[in-house]
């Protein structure tokens, strides 16, 4: 029997003793993925144009934008799967555009990820989905992967009696954490979310942002997520990236992000959502996905 330890190592992580992101988890400046000139067009729509942007080691990075910013086509392009007009993507210190499909593999089986709507194989169970890259990438017998996928599940807040269903059976909620259960089965260094609350009622929201920064700080992550949920960002990102006119407008904590005189900043940080997911934050109180249940 292969044990859970030998399978499921524990990386060397942070400790951030608050559930609200300050930036003090990740100071160590270190860039784990640096985007340089990234240009993503479409036919003759141009979504990105000599885009950059540096994500630091340890810590969530919040991407946000207005609709038709290209937010989820970065994430595309740094995991590989949007191949890109120009620029360079370095992941741990590797221009990932620049290997051959059949060498990405080792670097890719370094990050995990997140697809807005799970992205599970409607014909296997749970466990089943968990277990393949165990199987495909780390050369486990069918036993172990199962052995070790049913560890990974229970990471991602799922009871073990999740295992044998399937994705058609689960609920919004449950897909999402089977899917984060697959994206960390390879314990990966970097976790790709693409808007990982949508569709969750708020309750479900505020605990998968908690399970995020439990995970983050257990397992020493790196975390690139996509979202349009402010309490998200309040709750959990170290740092904020906005998109805007093809590049990246401002990154930085999200007292410099509000500040910057930009009329879509200004209204998404300052109009009436803005302002009560700040003031929940700030004055420590109820969530305002919670407060806006019934309403």
Not at 254 to 273: I, M, N, S
Request: charged share 20%; net charge negative.
């Amino acid at each position: 029997m292969v044990t859970d330890e030998a399978l499921f190592p524990r990386k060397a992580g942070r400790v951030n003793p608050d559930s609200q992101a300050t930036g003090a988890s990740a100071q160590s400046g270190e860039a784990i993925i640096q985007v340089r000139g990234l240009t993503n067009r479409f036919g003759r729509q141009l979504v990105h144009d000599k885009l950059d942007l540096d994500v630091h080691r340890g810590e969530i990075l919040g991407v946000i934008g207005g609709s038709g910013s290209g937010k989820s086509v970065l994430l595309r392009s740094i995991v590989g799967l949007q191949t890109p007009a120009a620029g360079s993507v370095r992941i741990l210190g590797t221009d990932l555009l620049q290997l051959a499909p059949e060498q990405r593999t080792p670097l890719e089986q370094r990050f995990g990820v997140l697809f807005q709507r799970g992205a599970l194989f409607s014909s296997l169970t749970v466990v089943e989905n968990i277990a393949l890259p165990l199987i495909e990438n780390a050369g486990l017998t069918r036993a172990d992967a199962e052995h070790l996928a049913i560890v990974k599940l229970a990471l991602a807040g799922l009871p073990a009696n999740a295992a044998a269903k399937y994705p058609s059976s689960l609920s919004g909620g449950m897909i999402k954490r089977a899917a984060l259960a697959r994206a960390l089965a390879l314990d990966p260094d970097i976790l790709f979310l693409d808007e990982p609350t949508a569709g969750l009622d708020p309750i479900g929201a505020a605990e998968f942002d908690q399970l995020i920064i439990t995970l983050r700080d257990a397992l020493g992550l790196t975390v690139f997520i996509v979202t349009h949920d402010l309490d998200t960002l309040y709750t959990i990102c170290d740092r904020v990236a906005v998109l805007s006119q093809k590049h990246v407008l401002v990154t930085g904590p999200l007292q410099t992000v509000e500040a910057v005189e930009d009329e879509w900043v200004q209204e998404y940080f300052h109009g009436p959502r803005g302002r009560a997911a700040s003031h929940a934050v700030e004055t420590g109180g109820t969530m305002v996905r919670t407060r806006e249940i019934g309403r």
